[in-house]
RNA sequence: AGCGGGAUGGGAUAGCCAGGAGAUUCCGGCGGGCUCAUAACCCGCAGACCGGUAGUUCAAAUCUACCUCCCGCUACCA
């Protein structure tokens, strides 16, 4: 890893998020995979020798489990994702030099070879760990194969994680009462020895290489929190069929583990890159110089796998001798008009659906990359992309193109004979420059500003020197005025093409130049154009209104089509959830409050709630804690240690003394180091403490 | 609560890392120009005490400290 400037005289590689293969793409993974693309071509255009690869993630439990449950072979399953994948990105001009799969031979191949050289190298050990398991079916339950109680919440939970209660990763054996999804039978747990990678060693290796990381400064400063909380080993092995094998050699007591897949998918990175290299040959492009050598290596990323690729990642390539990444660009998320984008509500912008309605790629190119920095989250909406298209796309740089390219052909057949002035050409060395500084910067918006900008001082230029006036006047002036237009045309179009690479092609193409505008580095923008050219026309074309209206709309309907499927989804928030229990209800009163539970219950169950009447004997905060008191409360029987999220509410010196309504065989919990063995009632926000009103005893049973 | 990310003219955003004449770009508003061009393009005007407070400095949107509010993750919603 090194820091000098791009363009390096090394070879560089830059990838993406793996794919993983469950499945349809949309709007938020297009923004990964366009956002590194644009990237690269970036750095190609800068002259940077480079490659982009990805791949499909094709392992881990939810794509065995979907699979099983439509009966088909995980295999199968994850390749037809997978060929859907690669068809779908070409047509977003997202242009891969290789785009492999996790589930290939190389991938396999390296993937074992990598983790017999880390447990060679020490860094993997056996422990014993307890895992759920099903009799009846006769086998282990990964993550998702069992489902049970969280133990930190008490909510319904995965096997990995909390999914819908407090939302905590879940490490294997943690989950309390499992279930087992295949059978529906309680599982047991048992004793079994797992594979772990420990992380914990590389945790000075980590810090340092944080330090020199490059790219946006989530990646570089979230995983300081994760260090500096301490590192935990890693468990890299999981009981099941679907997946990489654990290679065999250091320990074979026979066991079927396959690898975590959050072990063999990033190392489809270099898989990737050395198909790509076998296929073009070393000579051209060499793999393992980049991923052992000095290759400069860039990661893009979602922020929501930040751990996976600065903390696991680079301890992987360390602990195997592999070279570090120089930079990790973390991107944001996409919000759909200003909510989060939704699968399950259909509240997204799906790949297939946005070609469907016969929009260029390069639209959604632009958009996506110069909305925001690539750290931040961006909003869509159709309005926004209307506005976005319609006034810089159409308005700045299709319409000087067209209007400088239709002028020269006119008066010309082409590029006139003249020498570019002096201020243009000093306006595009400018661009070039603030090209490759935004570049550096891992900043696609700078980049497309860059164009954007020049693009407007053409409109600029050509309106102030109104060559239309002097064509008879001043020809000789008039044709110098155009030639600056069409070497502005031609400099927007090099600048442009990381972000718009088929129109830029077009633009080329207009200009009468041979070739891909792809391989034009940046300065060619200053090169002369061909001497004459056809006639041209409009490479982008106006969103009307209606149709925005129109987009609008159906995405609305669709929301709202998939809330009424979805008898009930959980959390309300600020949206008009409008299910059936508000109906009735004016905004002002019934709007906070939670929907009353459809399921009823027998009265044996609530027998089964041991409510009873308490006198608080002393309240006192917990230190640290913001809303946390310990409380002990007289129940009679005995005297309970009580933790109530009241602190804030209620002064703590005036509860002593008072009645209280205590349920007194809540399991016992500890919250805060601070053991609590009952539960006291009171309501809402403000925890407006539930008392008796009358004469009732201390440890009377409320029924 | 902890950790990240934000708070800049009506809306959306840049600048801050490498402090220096009261600040970018886009949309919108108002007025004008032009007609080569996709009713596009160009020019001008109105409009911000750069979240708050206190510091550092000759000088702060930019650095420091504290605070408020928003978003995300994690969590003590027993």
New binding site residues.
Partial sequence: MSTDEFPTDRPAVVTCGLPYANGDLHIGHLRGYIGADAFNRSLETLGQETAYVCGSDMHGTPVAVNAEQEGVDPADFALDWHRQYEETFPKFNVDFDNYGHTHDETNTELTQEIVRTLDEAGHIYEKEIQVAYDPDADQYLPDRYVVGTCP???EKARGDECDE?????LEPGEVENPESTITGNPAEYRQRAHKFFEVSAFTDYLTEFLDGLEGT??AR??PR?WIEDGLQDWCITRDMDWGIDYPNGADSDGDDLVLYVWVDAPIEYIASTKQYSERVGTDEYDWERVWKDDGDIVHVIGRDIIQHHAIFWPAMLEGAGYNAPRGIAATGFITINGK?LSTSRNRAIWAKEYLDEGFHPDLLRYYLTTT??L???V?FSWEAFQ?KVN??L???V??FW??SL??AYRNYEGTPEADVSEEVHERIEGAIGETREAVNDYDLRGVGHAATRLA?FG??Y???N?P??LTDEEPERAAQVIRDCVQLAKAVGVLLEPITPDKSQLLWEQIGEDGEVADAHLEDALEAPPRTFDEPG?????IEDERVEELTRKLEERVEAAADDEDESDEGETETDDTDADESGDMTDTGDLEPLLEDRIGFEDFQELDIRVGRIESAEGIE?????AKLEVDIGFETRQ????IKQLHDLDELPGTNCVLLAN??P?E??GVE?N??ILAAGEEADLLTTHGDAEIGEKIK
């Fill in positions: 930190y919440c008490g209660g407090c939302q905590r990763h400064s989530n400063n979230q929190q989060g925001g920095g750290q931040q989250d909003d506005e006034g810089e159409v308005g700045t299709g319409n067209y209007r239709l002028f407007q409109n600029e050509i309106q102030g109104e239309w006036k409009e490479l982008f074309e106006k640290g804690a913001d809303d946390l009580v933790v109530a999220g809540m399991e919990a919250l805060f609590s009952g539960m």
